[in-house]
């Protein structure tokens, strides 16, 4: 089955506690990239990989970090966590960055940074 | 302003009616998406629209794009208690540049279903 799988699902820290939220994807897609959706403000991307080695910011980049070492994984790094980073992060996965194919989604990570 | 508007933001409905989610974009489509997400839950894909006057459907769920005005409507006929979630468009709106591959996505409208 096609998927994009992110774990944890649910993940409380403190501030400053550095963090890793896993994102793999079994479609052998070139492009994955990170979202966050907060009340009002929507999805946000927060960085992008066009494939392996190739990574870049998105809209909203600010104390986060990615590496993208293997094709199907693309985790998502904080480093120094800050309350105002509690949100739901949603890993997503296309074939290209082409416009016009599909992008899908993992089922989301919910954080809360104290 | 938002580059992607969707409305209404919230909709109620009784089991059984038709209802009609609109979105509209204030840059040129390159690829229209429909997606539903239950309430902190993943987002679902459900239909992707290329062409002007593209029109798909899924079971009771039709989607339309209208590309010379921008706009992409999403119409659910006879409404079930299991349509209710938030519906959100998403849209290539950049040929490339600095965004490549990013979806832009609306607001995102609230939709419930009353059995």
């Known amino acids: 089955e096609a998927q994009v799988t992110q774990n944890p699902r649910y993940l409380i820290t403190v501030t400053g506690k550095k963090l890793t939220v896993t994102c793999s994807q079994n479609m052998n897609h070139e492009y994955m990239s990170w979202y966050r959706q907060d009340p009002g403000l929507g999805l946000r991307q927060i960085y992008y990989s066009m494939n392996v080695e190739v990574t870049d910011k998105g809209d909203v980049p600010e104390g986060y970090k990615v590496s993208r070492k293997e094709k199907r994984n693309f985790p998502l790094i904080l480093e120094s966590p800050s309350p105002n980073q509690t949100s739901l992060y949603f890993c997503?996965?296309?074939?290209?960055?082409?416009?016009?194919?599909?992008?899908?989604f993992g089922a989301g990570t919910r954080l809360s940074v104290l | 302003s938002q580059e992607l508007e969707q409305s209404p933001q919230s909709l109620i409905v009784q089991e059984g009616k038709n209802l009609t989610i609109n979105c509209t974009s204030s840059k040129t489509l390159y690829g229209l998406y429909w997606y539903k997400q239950k309430y902190g839950e993943g987002l679902i894909f459900l239909m992707m629209?290329?062409?002007?006057?593209e029109e798909k459907s899924h079971e009771k769920i039709t989607a339309k794009l209208d590309e010379k005005k921008q706009q992409s409507s999403l119409h659910i006929t006879a409404s079930q208690p299991s349509h209710a979630g938030i519906y959100l468009c998403?849209?290539?709106?950049?040929?490339?540049?600095?965004?490549?591959?990013?979806?832009?996505f609306g607001q995102g409208t609230i939709l419930t279903v009353h059995p």
């Open positions: 629209l290329q062409k002007g006057g």
């Open positions: 998403g849209a290539d709106l950049y040929a490339g540049g600095t965004s490549y591959g990013k979806l832009t």
């Open positions: 997503a996965s296309r074939k290209t960055w082409v416009s016009k194919n599909i992008q899908y």
